[in-house]
């Protein structure tokens, strides 16, 4: 472990934990990847790649819902994503390859 120490020869060996700790946290939580167009088909007529993401941005919005989790179980879903494609399923989307997200 590196000691790093301050004019007054302080050690801040704590403070570089803090900073190391909270710097994997950023790297970890932000490897998530986000649901693309092409992955997905649509099932209702007109839907674009806008109408996608748009409707993407309102499923992810509610997805840490319960209710949302019951209705996406109802439609067959499970995992992480239950809510989410729940929701992408009711607007007219559906995954290209299941269990993808």
């Known amino acids: 472990m590196v000691v ?10 704590e403070e570089m934990k803090y900073s190391i700790l909270a710097l994997a946290i950023l790297v ?11 992955d997905f088909s649509n099932t209702a007529p007109g839907k674009t790649e806008k109408t996608f993401y748009e409707d993407s941005r309102k499923c992810e919005a509610i997805k840490d819902k319960h209710s949302s989790t019951i209705k996406g179980r ?17 607007k007219g989307w559906e995954q290209r390859i299941p269990g993808l997200y």
């Open 74 to 90: 109802e439609l067959g879903f499970k995992g992480i994503n239950t809510a989410y494609l729940g929701c992408m399923k009711e």
């Open 4 to 13: 790093i120490a301050d004019e007054l020869g302080n050690c801040r060996e």
């Open 28 to 38: 970890l939580t932000g490897c998530g990847e986000s649901p693309k167009y092409k």
